[in-house]
């Protein structure tokens, strides 16, 4: 069984304007597949549509069992607490230390009087200190997230999605604001701790050499559909250029 299998989804902001035009794929339940395609072609969209932070206009996201479009709201949030999300723009509570940033990865599991109070289970705790042990941040436990650089905040994003021990995980551009070296380490972290957890990712990203070097499956949008599916040695300038259009900017 796939981890999710998505059928003849559309997505349309304004009526008659299609974002996504009828995509359908299945994902594997293990490692990286990464979808590439140039900007407003829908790779946002495809991905925030998995988990509802953007409502499909149609069609069919099967994920453990079930359609998640049409889940009722008590039914959608019981689901996500197994799909983990990596934003672009780190998306933490800034006013709130590293710890209590992570915990929050497990408000779908803690009572909401209790998370509240935030009274969290020991294990909560001990397992949040083992996340922030593995992607290098043991030593902030106690610092605001708004102290962090940018590299540091996407950790604490990652061991966040990875508290929810999620059987999917969503990144949406999670690198687009980071340099090329923080972007090279964050990539290998994901790979890292979701291939030793056989979690199955999905994640939307502009570099493709990045794309090319860390992911197991590319898909190319181009103008809300899938134009390219398949392994990363695949990927020839010939089906660039059907992806991002043109010729010119590849040897640039």
């Known amino acids: 069984m796939p981890a999710l299998s998505i059928r003849n989804l559309f997505k349309e902001y304004t009526p008659g304007k299609p974002v996504l035009r009828g995509i359908s794929l299945d994902v594997s339940d293990q490692g990286i597949t990464a979808i590439i395609g140039p900007s407003g072609t829908g790779k946002s969209t495809l ?4 988990n509802r932070l953007v409502e499909p206009t149609s ?28 934003f672009q723009e780190y998306n933490l509570v800034e006013r709130l230390t590293v710890m209590e940033n992570l915990l929050c990865g497990r408000l779908g599991y803690v009572p909401p009087l209790k998370a509240w109070l935030r009274k969290y289970p020991q294990e909560d705790i ?15 436990v ?18 966040r999605a990875l508290m929810q021990e999620p059987k999917l ?14 972007s090279v380490e964050i990539m290998s972290l994901i790979r890292e ?3 030793s957890r056989s979690i199955p990712v999905m994640i939307n990203m502009h570099d493709v050499e990045l794309a090319k070097r860390f992911a197991d499956r590319i898909i ?23 992806i991002y259009g043109g010729r010119d900017w590849l040897h640039a």
């Open 47 to 50: 991905i925030r549509c998995i």
């Open 59 to 86: 069609g069919e996201i099967l994920f453990e069992g079930e359609d998640m479009v049409k889940l009722d709201r008590r039914l959608l949030r019981l689901a996500r607490r197994h799909i983990g999300m990596v």
């Open 126 to 140: 001990t397992r949040a200190f083992e996340l922030l042990d593995v992607v290098g941040l043991s030593d902030f």
């Open 142 to 159: 106690n610092q605001r997230a708004d102290s962090l650089s940018g590299g540091q905040r996407q950790r604490v994003g990652i061991a």
């Open 169 to 182: 995980l969503l990144a949406d551009e999670p690198i687009s604001s980071l340099d090329p070296k923080t």
């Open 193 to 195: 701790l979701c291939r």
């Open 220 to 242: 190319g949008m181009a103008q809300g559909s899938v134009v390219y599916d398949g392994a990363s040695a695949g990927l020839s300038d010939e089906q660039l250029k059907t």
